[in-house]
């Protein structure tokens, strides 16, 4: 088993405040236009952040819970807030850490995604200890089995969302959009759906396309098809941040009203004990198999 493990997010600003801050952390370094700023800031303003991000709260819990669960030291690491990759990294070896496992709180792996938590995860650890890291777990039966569970016995039309990326990544080969296909795949089966289709939602505004169908198109190609009640499974995320609590609950919800339909979505797993205990499994499974490999 490992001796400790950091668990990897997308990170948060504290504050309404610290926004500016985090946006520039996020464009790394590239142009930002004064009105996507104010966009973002009037989303979290919104979300009521004035002075404490609950939404940071969220991912504290889960790493208090999974490391109650695995019995290890659990550290948080953000990719574009605080605590950084790095700085969880540190933490860990200053303890004496000699066998690090990396997860990273997205089940489907892109280079774009998964693979630039991993990156910054190795050049901090820069060999100083063991490294088993978690690319992908979106197909694992305990994660399908737990996201099935909210959607069976739905009447609804269910539209499977995730966060979309730069259309570019599929010429490059990246296996992010097979991977979602396949974890929708399952969840319905599991569920016993009659009736699903895939949305991508949180598009950047970069200027080239991005993966489609937006949630919002959808939704007005849904209603164009008599479709009057649907659920969304947001299966891409695990917690409730501000691509649930704006993109789908405030933005997304507003476009099914003005249509006349109904609109709804599953529970995130967040801090749900099922879902740590399928997180603690998914980890030890990954350095379980690392062992077998070494001996």
Do not use: K
Request: glycine share 8%; hydrophobic share 45%; with cysteine.
């Amino acid at each position: 088993m490992t001796d400790a493990v950091i668990l990897m997010a997308y990170g948060s600003p504290d504050r309404l405040e610290d926004v500016p801050a985090y946006y520039a952390d996020v464009r790394g370094g590239r142009p930002i236009a004064p009105e996507h700023l104010a966009d973002l800031v009037e989303r979290y303003r919104r979300l009521g952040i004035e002075t404490r991000n609950p939404l940071n709260e969220i991912t504290e819990r889960t790493r208090a819970a999974l490391e109650r669960e695995l019995g290890v030291p659990v550290y948080t690491g953000m990719r574009h807030w605080r605590p950084r990759i790095g700085e969880a990294v540190e933490r860990a070896l200053a303890g004496g850490v000699r066998r690090l496992a990396g997860l990273v709180l997205a089940p489907h792996y892109s280079r774009l995604s998964v693979g630039a938590y991993r990156q910054q995860l190795e050049a901090a650890v820069a060999g100083r200890a063991e490294l088993c890291v978690v690319e992908r777990w979106g197909t694992d039966p305990g994660f399908v089995s737990f996201l099935a569970g909210a959607l069976r016995g739905t009447s609804a039309h269910v539209v499977f969302t995730a966060h979309s990326l730069p259309a570019r990544v599929l010429a490059d080969g990246d296996p992010y959009e097979d991977e979602l296909l396949a974890s929708a795949g399952l969840v319905a089966a599991e569920a016993g759906l009659e009736r699903w289709s895939f949305a991508y939602q949180s598009a950047s505004p970069t200027g080239e396309p991005w993966l489609g169908p937006d949630i919002l198109e959808h939704l007005d190609e849904l209603h164009a098809a008599g479709v009057r009640d649907i659920l969304a499974c947001p299966l891409g995320f695990v917690s409730d941040h501000l691509e649930i609590r704006w993109d789908l609950d405030t933005q997304a919800r507003e476009h099914a009203e003005r249509l006349g339909v109904r609109f709804g979505r599953t529970p995130m797993p967040n801090d749900d004990a099922r879902f740590v205990r399928v997180l603690a499994a998914i980890v030890r499974g990954a350095t379980a198999r690392v062992e077998v490999a070494a001996s």
